[in-house]
């Protein structure tokens, strides 16, 4: 099923997994503290990629960033604070935490988790727009999967991103003192990005970008990401997404509750959302670009997905067409999938291009699927077609 060239072997950093409890401060201590080195490489590079992409420096990143704090305030006391076991989240303590552990400012840690809105508000935005299509953009960032044609739904995804994140990896695994556990793979000193909870919802993600992405005050991506991870089921995270007013666009494909939902967002509240159910016997890859039109939304917006990440249209049909050859679904079948390399290196399995300048470079840095029903996580850190696949079993720790 694999196209393509072959890829040359690279050693990657050894897996940091980092279990946190406790309430948000205590929490984000707890990480800071265990992954600092990371971190602080985090800040490192970023202050890189917000120049090169942005044109901001590290100060004027974090003046961006901290413009934010009323709609995160005002995200964690009215969107959160009645919310069940979301109740109380504390995401601006748990980033408290997480500066005061790894030894830098919240400011840093408050920009490290703007980093979408940051990277593809209307200043980064028109920057790749100026340059066009092949040079001055950020490197292609995920495909994910959801499929229920078998016994059991398995779902997942490819995170591709700029190869410095091959050393920020964190596994980040937490017992919160209220709501259910979780997990996400993540870049050190995020909240989160993809994962599962042990109320049985998996959560996978996309990075999308509009004409209306110009960088307007919400709530931000990663923050996002994380309150889905919160949530107690896959219908009270629909909710959520219906009624805050989002930064960015983005794609969040969640599966729970025996049903899986993808939806499509823009900038914006409940208008700018557009959900697509996966039915028994589907399956659906979505890469970084809509895969509805205007009539889905509430506002008219140009889709910049296919002009920002032009490999995104590809990375979708080849991943169907790769899903389209499985004799049945399996673990063993999507892996070869995300491992394919066919339109190398700008493949499914992305490998970086050694003429592009190295913060263009795309690299898969995570490849994760899931079987929600076994709370299984089968994880490969590095570019797929090398790596093995390490499964984690959380059954008993969601249990706990």
Same mark, same amino acid.
């Given at each position: ?31 800071? $503290? ?6 602080? $490489? ?10 090169? !992409? ?6 004027? %990143?974090? %003046? ?6 009323? $709609? ?12 069940? *076991? ?21 400011? @840093? ?8 809105? +940051? ?7 028109? +920057? ?11 490197? /292609? ?12 739904? +398995? ?10 994140? =091959? ?9 919160? @003192?209220?709501? *259910? ?16 909870? #042990? ?14 992405? &110009?960088?307007?005050?919400?709530? *931000?991506? =990663? ?31 969640? &599966? ?6 993808? $939806? ?24 970084? =670009? ?23 249209? !590809? ?7 790769? %899903?389209?050859?499985?004799?049945? *679904?399996? &673990? %063993? ?12 290196? @700008? ?6 291009? #050694? ?13 994760? +699927? ?24 959380? /059954? ?5």
């Amino acid at each position: 099923m694999s196209g393509g060239a072959r890829a040359a072997h690279v050693v990657y950093p050894p897996a940091l997994v980092v279990r946190t409890e406790g309430g948000p401060l205590e929490r984000g201590r707890q990480y800071g $503290a265990a992954a600092k080195e990371r971190v602080q $490489a985090s800040l490192t590079a970023y202050e890189e990629v917000y120049a090169k !992409f942005a044109g901001l420096t590290w100060s004027g %990143a974090r %003046a961006l960033a901290e413009s934010f704090l009323p $709609a995160l305030e005002r995200f964690e006391a009215v969107h959160l604070a009645a919310d069940g *076991p979301r109740a109380g989240a504390g995401y601006l303590a748990e980033m408290r935490g997480v500066a005061e552990g790894a030894g830098v400012s919240f400011e @840093d840690v408050l920009a490290l988790n703007l980093r979408t809105e +940051i990277l593809f508000s209307g200043k980064a935005r028109k +920057i790749a727009a100026a340059r066009g299509a092949g040079a001055g953009r950020p490197p /292609a960032e995920c495909t994910s999967f959801c499929d229920l044609r078998g016994a059991e739904p +398995i779902v997942g995804q490819n995170w591709d991103w700029i190869p410095f994140s =091959h050393d920020t990896v964190v596994v980040l695994e937490s017992v919160p @003192d209220r709501g *259910p556990r979780w997990v996400s793979v993540v870049e050190a000193g995020l909240l989160a990005k993809f994962g599962m909870n #042990a109320a049985g919802v998996t959560v996978l993600t996309n990075a999308l970008v509009t004409s209306r992405d &110009v960088g307007a005050v919400g709530v *931000p991506y =990663h923050l996002m990401l994380r309150a889905l991870l919160d949530s107690p089921s896959v219908e009270e995270g629909l909710a959520l997404l219906d009624r805050v007013e989002r930064s960015s666009s983005a794609n969040y494909l969640l &599966v729970g509750d025996g049903r899986a939902v993808d $939806a499509e967002t823009r900038p914006g509240g409940r208008a700018e959302v557009h959900r697509t159910p996966v039915e028994r016997g589907q399956y659906l890859v979505h890469a970084n =670009h809509f895969h509805g039109g205007d009539a889905e939304f509430g506002s008219v917006a140009e889709d910049l997905g296919p002009r920002v990440m032009p490999d995104s249209p !590809f990375r979708r049909a080849r991943g169907e067409q790769t %899903a389209e050859l499985m004799p049945e *679904p399996s &673990v %063993a079948g999507w892996h070869e999938v995300l491992s394919d390399h066919e339109n190398f290196p @700008d493949s499914l399995c992305c490998h970086p291009n #050694a003429a592009e300048h190295v913060l263009e470079q795309g690299s898969t840095v995570a490849s994760a +699927i899931f079987l929600p029903e076994r709370q299984e996580m089968h994880l490969a850190l590095g570019h797929p077609c090398t790596v093995p696949r390490v499964a984690y079993a959380y /059954a008993e720790f969601f249990a706990e």
